[in-house]
């Protein structure tokens, strides 16, 4: 059983950073892949990134390649994600997920555990 917690949401300018946490209970934490997704009102859910559980390797939808990324602290138990050059659509509720291995995959559907998510406002 994996326990997420995500923080750092918050009302940002357009162009502005913020940068999310998830933290992760439970030993086995870092042999788990981790994703971030996102959800804005009356829209599907979307994947934004995943990364392994040692950290070594990791993907990013296009939507954010080049202004998102993806990092792990592993003896912290904590998934980062650091949002640069942020646009009004990247608006939403942001969730991280983990899964039962470390296949990166971008379908939400293949992730068992998830945190409440945290709240992301780009103002224009």
């Known amino acids: 059983q994996v326990q997420l917690v995500e923080s750092g949401g918050g009302l940002v300018q357009a162009g502005g950073s913020l940068r999310l946490s998830c933290a992760g209970s439970?030993?086995?934490?870092?042999?788990?892949?981790v994703g971030w997704f996102r959800q804005a009102p009356g829209k599907e859910r979307e994947y934004v990134a995943t990364?392994?559980?040692?950290?070594?390797?990791?993907d990013c939808a296009d939507s954010v390649k080049g202004r998102f990324a993806i990092d792990r602290d592993n003896a912290k138990n904590t998934v980062y994600l650091q949002m640069t050059s942020l646009k009004p659509e990247d608006t939403a509720v942001y969730y991280c997920?983990?899964?039962?291995?470390?296949?990166?995959?971008?379908?939400?559907?293949?992730?068992?555990?998830w945190g409440q998510g945290t709240q992301v406002t780009v103002s224009s």
């Open positions: 997920a983990a899964r039962i291995g470390g296949v990166l995959i971008s379908n939400g559907a293949g992730y068992v555990y």
């Open positions: 439970g030993r086995t934490f870092s042999t788990h892949a």
């Open positions: 990364i392994s559980g040692s950290g070594g390797h990791m």
